[in-house]
Nanobody, 119 residues
Framework: QVELVESGGGLVQAGGSLRLSCAAS????????MGWYRQVPEKRRELVAT???????NYADSVKGRFTISRDNAKNTVYLQMNSLKPEDTAVYYC?????????????WGQGTQVTVSS
């Protein structure tokens, strides 16, 4: 089983930047797609960005041009650089990874990190 540890959330003013990190640990796994999702109270968790092992990326329309997802396969870590933050970006951000484990293809979620953008 893959465990995820997130870091980098916090409080920032509108227009500011934050960088989230998510490190995966475990044994006998191969990470595939990694991504970030976010959730606000009483709403469904939504996709922010994903990145495949080969580096192909996908972004929600609301963050295109402001957020950048990247990964370091040697460190089993995915990053989310968030620039030009807006109050509507306030949410709990969750890391998600899908990975190969034997003949299975499970996924893991991080514990979530709060991002608060003040106006």
């Amino acid at each position: 089983q893959v465990e995820l540890v997130e870091s980098g959330g916090g409080l920032v003013q509108a227009g500011g930047s934050l960088r989230l990190s998510c490190a995966a640990s475990g044994s006998s796994f191969t990470l595939d797609t990694m991504g970030w999702y976010r959730q606000v109270p009483e709403k469904r968790r939504e996709l922010v960005a994903t990145i495949t092992r080969g580096g192909n990326t996908n972004y929600a329309d609301s963050v295109k041009g402001r957020f950048t997802i990247s990964r370091d396969n040697a460190k089993n870590t995915v990053y989310l650089q968030m620039n030009s933050l807006k109050p509507e970006d306030t949410a709990v951000y969750y890391c998600n990874v899908r990975y190969l484990y034997g003949l299975t293809y499970p996924e893991s979620w991080g514990q979530g990190t709060q991002v608060t953008v003040s106006s």
